[in-house]
């Protein structure tokens, strides 16, 4: 199990990414170094082997001009500048043999064969023949020095070129090298670190969706684990807060409904004149009680109903819906109600399918219509109306009855809530239908509220559209 951090993990792995570039860097600098330095080796070579070439072909000049003088004159002036004419032409072939090739070595010695003979001619008075020949082979071996020595430098360019190349192709597979390395350490490094990040957000999700009976392991680096452990500890604490919750709600609807069944079942008794007969005032008051007792009853179930509609809103189950069908089927169960209402009920629109829970959708659908069926008049309309708009996907529901007031806006979504204008018919309802919607519709990421409308009320509901 690794001791790293996340942060020492991301450290780590850009100090491991930066070094490998930085390598492939140093290395090619090294290599393009390396090639500068040698190209100007080889520039300051052919710059002195083309000095002494052209030295060696004037000093050759000299000793002919001087050799021809001292045969007609006979002047040791003259034989003195030859000489030194010769041992300056010798200087300049010392550098050529220093910096050139075996080539020009060869030369070089023909060179200095036929200076000698020449010398050796002059030095002996042998006569103007032996020494003008020895001369005259002179300027041909220049030419074939220039020439070699050209030859080499051209030579020595090309193989500079050459390692060029190779150093570019070498340096290009290095850098490509170095960058897939690179590539494979952050990709090693991101799983690394992703994937127990995927694990913390999965674990969030289910402590969301109030699954708390699966442990919390998260690996990785020392901190996200840590917060793993923390993660568990909450799933622990929310598990035990739950199961308190669903305590209280048994005891409390225990605690309750006995008594209250005791007290219905007496009324009952009363009613029926099992304790003798009642006053037409005493059965009024009866009457009130059982009328009560029936309400308290009823809001003791709605309050366990909504606890447990809470509940389940956590717990999301998405499939692609088609919310046309799912409206049309719902409409299609109320059309009892409907019908003995003459209520007209439009549905328009036919959005896309998108992601979401159509079993809450369902119940969604069903508490607007049944809310707006039961406000509108007889002979009234209802409107669904569906659509898709900037990402998002749209329901309003629009009645005909008295509306809501400006003042009781806000609390429309609060349980047991219900406003002052009521139909003219008279309807139960236990006001925790859009208390419901509203849970269910928050629990998808969506949004219901009440819009400003003349005639009725303009329900609009908003659900993220996740294809």
């Known amino acids: 199990m690794s001791r790293l951090s996340f942060s020492h993990t991301l450290l780590a792995s850009f100090l491991l990414i930066a070094s490998i570039l930085g390598s492939a860097a140093l290395g090619g600098l090294l290599a393009l170094e390396n090639f500068a330095e040698r190209s100007r080796d080889g520039t300051f070579d052919a710059l002195q082997l083309s000095t002494a070439v052209q030295q060696l072909g004037e000093r050759t000049v000299d000793m002919e001009r001087s050799a021809r003088q001292f045969l007609v004159l006979d002047d040791p002036v003259l034989l003195q500048r030859f000489r030194h004419a010769r041992e300056e032409a010798l200087?300049?072939?010392?550098?050529?043999?220093?910096?050139?090739?075996?080539?020009?070595?060869?030369?070089?010695?023909?060179?200095?064969?036929?200076?000698?003979?020449?010398?050796?001619?002059?030095?002996?008075?042998?006569?103007?023949?032996?020494?003008?020949?020895?001369?005259?082979?002179?300027?041909?071996?220049?030419?074939?020095?220039?020439?070699?020595?050209?030859?080499q430098t051209e030579r020595y360019g090309q193989q500079l070129l050459e390692e060029l190349e190779d150093n570019r192709s070498r340096l290009a597979w290095l850098l490509l090298a170095a960058l897939v390395a690179a590539f494979v350490l952050a990709a090693l490094t991101g799983w690394w670190v992703v994937r127990p990040l995927k694990r913390v957000e999965r674990a969030i999700d289910a402590?969301?969706?109030?699954?708390?009976?699966?442990?919390?392991?998260?690996?990785?680096?020392?901190?996200?684990?840590?917060?793993?452990?923390?993660?568990?500890?909450?799933?622990?604490?929310?598990?035990?807060?739950?199961?308190?919750?669903?305590?209280?709600?048994?005891?409390?609807?225990?605690?309750?409904?006995?008594?209250?069944?005791?007290?219905?079942?007496?009324?009952?008794?009363?009613?029926?004149?099992?304790?003798?007969?009642?006053?037409?005032?005493?059965?009024?008051?009866?009457?009130?009680?059982?009328?009560?007792?029936?309400?308290?009853?009823?809001?003791?179930?709605?309050?366990?109903?909504?606890?447990?509609?809470?509940?389940?809103?956590?717990?999301?189950?998405?499939?692609?819906?088609?919310?046309?069908?799912?409206?049309?089927?719902?409409?299609?169960?109320?059309?009892?109600?409907?019908?003995?209402?003459?209520?007209?009920?439009?549905?328009?629109?036919?959005?896309?399918?998108?992601?979401?829970?159509?079993?809450?959708?369902?119940?969604?659908?069903?508490?607007?219509?049944?809310?707006?069926?039961?406000?509108?008049?007889?002979?009234?309309?209802?409107?669904?109306?569906?659509?898709?708009?900037?990402?998002?996907?749209?329901?309003?529901?629009?009645?005909?009855?008295?509306?809501?007031?400006?003042?009781e806006a806000g609390r429309l979504f609060e349980p047991f809530f219900q406003g002052s204008r009521q139909p003219e018919t008279p309807r139960h309802g236990s006001g925790l239908g859009l208390s419901i919607v509203r849970e269910f519709v928050t629990a998808h990421g969506g949004r219901v509220q009440l819009e400003p409308s003349n005639i009725g009320a303009h329900f609009r509901i908003e659900l993220p559209h996740e294809k």
């Open 91 to 151: 200087g300049a072939l010392g550098r050529i043999t220093e910096v050139g090739g075996p080539q020009t070595s060869a030369l070089v010695l023909r060179w200095k064969d036929a200076a000698d003979k020449a010398g050796a001619a002059l030095e002996a008075r042998a006569g103007t023949e032996p020494t003008l020949d020895a001369l005259a082979r002179l300027p041909a071996l220049n030419e074939e020095l220039a020439d070699a020595i050209r030859a």
């Open 207 to 407: 402590l969301g969706e109030s699954r708390f009976d699966k442990p919390v392991f998260i690996y990785g680096p020392t901190d996200l684990r840590r917060v793993g452990r923390r993660l568990d500890w909450l799933r622990i604490r929310l598990a035990d807060l739950e199961a308190n919750r669903m305590r209280v709600l048994r005891h409390v609807s225990h605690e309750l409904k006995t008594p209250l069944a005791s007290v219905r079942e007496g009324i009952a008794l009363l009613e029926d004149g099992v304790v003798g007969q009642l006053s037409s005032e005493q059965r009024e008051v009866v009457g009130i009680l059982e009328h009560n007792t029936r309400s308290l009853q009823q809001r003791i179930e709605g309050l366990l109903g909504y606890n447990a509609a809470v509940f389940d809103a956590r717990s999301l189950k998405r499939r692609r819906v088609d919310l046309r069908a799912l409206a049309d089927s719902v409409v299609a169960e109320q059309q009892l109600s409907i019908q003995t209402r003459n209520i007209r009920v439009e549905v328009r629109g036919n959005p896309p399918p998108f992601l979401a829970d159509p079993d809450k959708l369902h119940i969604v659908l069903t508490n607007l219509l049944a809310n707006a069926i039961s406000f509108s008049p007889h002979d009234g309309e209802v409107r669904l109306e569906l659509g898709a708009l900037r990402g998002k996907i749209q329901i309003d529901c629009i009645d005909s009855g008295p509306g809501v007031s400006a003042d």
